[in-house]
C-alpha cells in the first residue's frame, strides 16, 4: 500500500501557507476596444463595523471581495459603450481639466453605473449583477430605466440584498464593501484591526494636492476649473491599496441611502469627497445620498468583484484531500 511520505507532505504544506495577495488584473472587451481594470483584495472577512462614522455602524463584511483600486475612467465607458451598445454618457469636463481618456468618468448616474457593470459581467460569461427589463439593443431600451428587484424564483436571488445577484462576479460596492476598503486597516491596534478617520491610513486630513501618488496625500481643495487627477494619480492608497477614497470624484454605493436596498427609485449613497470638497467630506463620516437617475459633472464610481478560487485555495484543498488519504492508507 503507498503511502505519503514526511517530506512531500511537508512540501504541499508550505505550498498551502497563505501568501501575500496580489492586485487582480482583469480584461475585457475585444480589439481596439480591450481594457483592463486593477482590483485589490479585501480580506480579514468578519472584521468588527466602526461606530464613528456615517452610517453608524459601517464597514463590517462577512467575506472576502476585491475593490477596484482605482475608479472608472472615461476610457473604459467608451470602450464598453463600443462593444455593448451600452449608450452610457459622460459628462463634458472641457472646463474642468478636459477630457482625457484616463479621468474619471464622470455624469454617470448610477443606473448608469448599473448597464456598464452588467456588461462587465456578462461579456465574461457572468449573470447581470442588476435586473433590467429592457437589454441594450431591444426596442425600449433606456440607459437611465431603473432596475427591478431580484425575485425569490430568480436564480442567483439573495434575500438579504434584493438589488444584487448572487451569481454576479462584478457590482458596485455596497456602503459597508466601500467603507472597509477605504476606512479599515488590519494591521492597526496592533494588529487587531481598526479604522481610520481618513481614507489614507490616517485620523489626519491628508495632504490636498492637484495630482501625484505620494503617502498622506488625496485630491481635494482644489478649484472647480482644475477638475479631477487621473485615475491613477489620484493621491495615496488606503490600508488596503485602493486610490482616490478621498477626493477625486464623489463615488456611487450599490446601497440606497437609508440602507434597506428595496426600492429602485430610492436614493442611493454617495461617498461625497471630491476634488473641491473640504477635508471633512474625505471622512468617515462624508456621505450623502442622490436620486439614481442623477448625472452630475462631479461624481463617478468604482466597481467591486468577489474573487474566483485561487490556486492556494485549490492547493489547500489538495492537501487535506491528501492528508485524508493518509490517514485512510495508514
Not at 492637484?210 to 481635494?220: H, L, M, P, W
Not at 489620484?234 to 434597506?260: D, K, R
Not at 436614493?267 to 476634488?275: F, K, N, T
Request: proline residues 6%.
Amino acid at each position: 500500500m503507498k503511502t505519503i511520505s514526511a517530506l512531500t507532505l511537508l512540501s504541499l504544506a508550505l505550498l498551502c501557507v497563505p501568501t501575500a495577495h496580489a492586485a487582480i488584473i482583469d480584461s475585457f472587451g475585444t480589439g481596439t476596444n480591450s481594457f483592463s481594470m486593477i482590483f485589490e483584495p479585501i480580506g480579514n472577512p468578519g472584521n468588527a463595523a466602526d461606530t464613528t462614522g456615517s452610517p453608524n455602524p459601517a464597514g463590517s463584511v462577512g467575506y472576502a471581495y476585491n475593490m477596484g483600486k482605482y475608479e472608472v475612467s472615461r476610457d473604459m465607458i467608451n470602450k464598453a459603450n463600443a462593444e455593448g451598445s451600452l449608450g452610457i454618457t459622460l459628462q463634458d469636463m472641457t472646463s474642468f481639466g478636459g477630457n482625457g481618456a484616463n479621468r474619471p468618468a464622470t455624469g454617470i448616474s448610477w443606473n448608469e453605473a448599473a448597464r456598464y457593470v452588467n456588461w462587465l459581467n456578462t461579456s465574461q460569461g457572468y449573470s447581470p449583477a442588476y435586473k433590467f427589463d429592457i437589454q441594450p439593443s431591444q426596442p425600449g431600451y433606456s440607459v437611465q430605466a431603473n432596475i427591478t428587484l431580484w425575485l425569490a424564483s430568480d436564480p442567483g436571488y439573495n434575500a438579504a440584498n434584493q438589488f444584487r445577484n448572487s451569481q454576479a462576479r462584478y457590482f458596485l460596492p455596497s456602503m459597508d464593501e466601500w467603507y472597509k476598503a477605504a476606512y479599515y486597516d488590519p494591521n492597526a491596534n496592533g494588529g487587531a484591526g481598526g479604522y481610520w478617520n481618513f481614507p489614507t491610513g490616517s485620523d489626519s486630513a491628508p495632504t490636498a494636492v492637484s495630482g501625484g501618488t505620494a503617502a498622506g496625500t488625496a485630491v481635494y481643495g482644489q478649484s472647480f476649473s482644475q477638475g479631477p487627477a487621473d485615475i491613477d494619480n489620484a493621491g495615496g492608497l488606503s490600508p488596503y491599496g485602493v486610490m482616490g477614497m478621498g477626493g477625486n470624484v464623489l463615488e456611487w454605493e450599490e446601497t440606497t441611502f437609508n440602507l434597506l436596498n428595496n426600492s429602485p427609485s430610492f436614493s442611493r449613497g454617495v461617498r461625497v469627497g471630491s476634488w473641491v470638497s473640504n477635508s471633512g467630506l474625505l471622512s468617515a463620516s462624508g456621505r450623502d445620498g442622490l436620486n439614481p437617475a442623477i448625472e452630475s459633472s462631479g461624481v463617478g464610481f468604482r466597481v467591486a468583484s468577489i474573487p474566483e478560487p485561487s490556486s492556494a485555495a485549490l492547493l489547500t484543498l489538495a492537501c487535506v484531500g491528501l492528508c485524508q488519504r493518509r490517514k485512510r492508507t495508514s
